[in-house]
C-alpha cells in the first residue's frame, strides 16, 4: 500500500512539476538575433495578447547593457480578429552586435530582424511601438 501511495504522489509530483514549466512557456514568448555591426532599426512584428481577461501586452528587449519593458493596452474595435498588435521598432542610437532578446505575452508573427519596415506597420490594426536606446 505504501508503494502505491509513493507511485501516486511521485506521479502527482511529475505533473504538477510539466503543469507549471507548460504555463510558463505559454505565458511569454522569446526570440533572439544578434544585429549587424552595420548599425540600422530593429523590427519585429507581435500579435497582442488575447488570452480571456487580458488587457494589455508587454513587450521587453534585452539587447546588451539596455533594457527596457513596455505594457501597452491591447488594440481592439475594429481590430478584434487574430491580427491585431505591435510592430515593434527599436532605434539604437549606436550599432551594436550584442544578442537582441525580445519577450512577450503576445504572440511574435515575425522575429527581430535589421532592415526595413514590415508591411504590418500600414495595417490599421498594428500600432507601431517606437523603442529608442540609451546607448
Known sequence: MRSLRVKVSLFTLTLFVLGVFA???????????????????????????????????????????FQRTVGRANPYGNCSGAIAGFVLMVQPRQPSSNLFTLTTNGKIVRPPYQGVAPPEVSHPCYKLERIRTTS
Not at 42 to 51: C, E, G, K, L
Open 23 to 65: 504555463g510558463v512557456a505559454a505565458w511569454a514568448a522569446t526570440a533572439s538575433f544578434t544585429p549587424s555591426p552595420q548599425g540600422g532599426n530593429i523590427f519585429a512584428v507581435i500579435n497582442a495578447d488575447r488570452s480571456p481577461g487580458t488587457r494589455v501586452t508587454t513587450i521587453s528587449v534585452k539587447w546588451g547593457q
